[in-house]
């Protein structure tokens, strides 16, 4: 039997209020959105690229981003692991770990989004 092949993978983060979330990635992280679902809006689904992020807003649950963990989420780049590095940095995004290359051959750095998530964004030396 062949072996059935996965695409693509799009993280859910919880977070208690939406649509400033998507604010903040699109402004501040070069994500787009298309539209918010729900009314009042409760979801909606991030895009940079390849890559997706779906938010969902929810008042009760807190966000949870990992405690002891090292990231949430880990978003790899073919290529301008540096530039991406550099536009974070000249907007002031809170950068939890410089660029640096690992004993395993990536070039990654650190994030903190605006709810606390941490997100890692890796480049193949």
Not at 67 to 86: K, M, S
Not at 94 to 119: A, V
Request: net charge negative.
């Amino acid at each position: 039997m062949e072996k059935i092949e996965f695409n693509d993978i799009a993280p859910h983060l919880i977070v208690t209020d939406v649509v400033a979330s998507a604010e903040f990635y699109k402004d501040s992280l070069g994500f787009d959105f298309n539209r918010f679902w729900g009314e009042p809006p409760n979801f909606v689904i991030l895009f940079r690229g390849s890559v997706q992020l779906m938010l969902s807003q929810d008042s009760i649950k807190a966000p949870q981003p990992l405690q002891n963990g090292r990231f949430d989420a880990y978003i790899w780049l073919n290529q301008g692991i540096d530039q991406l590095f550099d536009e974070y940095k000249q907007k002031e995004i809170e950068i939890i770990e410089p660029l640096e290359t690992t004993f395993f051959q990536m070039q990654q750095f650190l994030i903190k989004d605006n709810n606390g998530y941490i997100l890692c964004f890796g480049q193949e030396v």
